[in-house]
Every structure is written in C-alpha cells, then in structure tokens.
C-alpha cells in the first residue's frame, strides 16, 4: 500500500496505480501516458477492444474530452456527479484510441471518493477500469486488489466502497439514453431528472457485442435461487455457502462482491438467496445484472 503523494508520483512518471473510488477500486493511468494505459491492459489482461472510462473532476474537465454535450448532460451532471454515474458521448481530439478502443465516443464520470477526487486533481483526468483480471469479480476494498494482482500493483487504501457495484453507463444521444450498463442509479432516476423528451431504453452496449458473456466469475460455481427447495437433489448433494441477499438494494450491493470473494476459495457449490421481487425490481436492476453474468445455475428467471 502506498500513500496518495506516492500515488500522484508514480502517476506522473507514467505508472498505472490502484485507486479507491465509491463503487469498485480502479487501476488507474493518466490519459495523456500511453505506456501507462497500455500497461492497464497488460496488467489485467484485458483485451483491447475493451474500452476505459475516464475520471474527471467535474463538468468543465468532461466537456474539454467531449465534442457534444447535450443540455440534458447538465442535468444529469448536476443530480448525479459526483457519483455511480457514466456519461458516453463523442470524444474529442485528447482521448486517445486506446482508450476507448477506437470508437469514437468516450466514458467519463466523476468519482464520489476524495482521494481519487484529490488525484484527479493534480494529475488530471485519468483513466481507469476496475482494478480486476478481465471477467472477474471487482474489488471493493483495497486487500482485494492486492490479493488480485498478488501485490505487484501499488494500491493506495480509501477504505471499503460505499456503493459496491460499478456505475451506470449511460451512451447519450441527442433525443434518446441507452442505459448500457445498469446499476444503483436507476432508470426512474434519470428519467425524472431530464424529463419527458428524452426516450431511455435499456440497450447492449456498441462494445463488442457477445465477446464478454461470463464477466464477475466466480471460480466456484455460483446457483441464483428464492428459496433451497428450488436446487434439484444433484445440486444440494455437495457442499454448500449461502448468502442471503437480504436487506436494501444499497445495502446488497455493498456486501455483493466481498461475498462473492469470501465464498468463493471453498469447495462446492455457492448459492446465493434473493427475494423474487427485489431480484425483479428496477432499483435492483444493477445488482440482477452481476449476479447473472455471475451466475451458472438461475433459478429465478
Ligand atoms: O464504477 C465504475 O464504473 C468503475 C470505477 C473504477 O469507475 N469502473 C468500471 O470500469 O467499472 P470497467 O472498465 O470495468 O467497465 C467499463 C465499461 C466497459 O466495459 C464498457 O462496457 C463501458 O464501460 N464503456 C467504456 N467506454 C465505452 C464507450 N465508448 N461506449 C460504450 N461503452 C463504454
Ligand atoms: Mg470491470
């Protein structure tokens, strides 16, 4: 672990550094390094055509990496920023392609975390993807980026994430919000924020389309399920953890990845238990989504 002067350092000599944040840690490289943004890559052995989402401070630091910026980006702005809110839109000339894996629009959101705020304000907006191998679980403290890259990627320790699940990605169009990645902040949400002229949807993301199927793996099996009743004899006839997903969609979230973690060194079959309604709720539409990408058995669908 290291300190945020060290991490700023390290950040302006054109090395990737672990960051807190208030959804999952990141690992993190200043935009303008590309050894250090090909580093990311290498580091998490991610493909390229995965692309970054870039953290800025606030709205004038957005607006300098966008060619576009709808009224309604205001809006959002001011209601969701800082916090778990991505915005998509065109990039402009100082976002480079690896970034955003040669599409030509780029991520951005303010963290609602005050190291990562204080880094990005001296170094300037930076780059980063969940501080986690590609497809696996994301890390919502700092032992679990250690433990992830086995120490060799300096983490700076913000303590545990408040939200616990990564942002909403939201691709913003001039009349229409595709909702590419759902999470804590909901649909209701930013519907009641930028009014009725704006159609949201719910739509796959432009980002390599079906290349990504199993994200947030467990290693150890994992059975999504109301009630145990519902796992056939085969299933129940082995060792068995069960979480229950009791409580807030806030409060789930949080625990959701330390869980997954926690569980998932043993033998056996994981089985996590949800209430059908909540697993069916749009505040919990975020959560329902890592935990089916998660998932080997689903018996709540
Ligand atoms: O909460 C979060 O969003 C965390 C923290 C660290 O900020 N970050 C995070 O990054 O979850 P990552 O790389 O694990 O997921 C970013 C996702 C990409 O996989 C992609 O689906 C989407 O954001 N994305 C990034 N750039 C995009 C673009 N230009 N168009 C569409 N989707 C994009
Ligand atoms: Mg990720």
Redesign the pocket.
Known sequence: MITIEEGINLLNKEKVVA?P????????ASINSLPALENIFAVKQ?PFF????V?VTGKTMAQSLVTYWPVYANQLADAFWPG?L?M?LP?SSLVKDI???G?????I?V?KHPVALEIIRQVGPLA?????MFTRT?PTCAEHVEVEFKGAVPVINGGPCE?G???T?L?LFEKQIKI??P?LITKDQISKVVGTDILIEHAS????PGQ?KHHYMPKRPLALASDLEQLPSELKDQEISIWKMDGSAELVARELYSQMRKLDGKQGLMVFLVDKKNYHDEKWAGIKNRVQKAATYNFLE
Do not use: C, F, M, Q
């Open positions: 960051i944040t208030e959804t999952v840690y990141g690992l993190a991610r995965d692309p970054l989402i953290h778990p991505t998509v990039k970034i955003t894996a599409l030509d629009s780029v991520a959101r963290p980063a993807p969940s501080a986690n994301s939200v699940i990564e942002s990605v691709g590419y990645r999470g993301s432009p980002v390599a990504i």
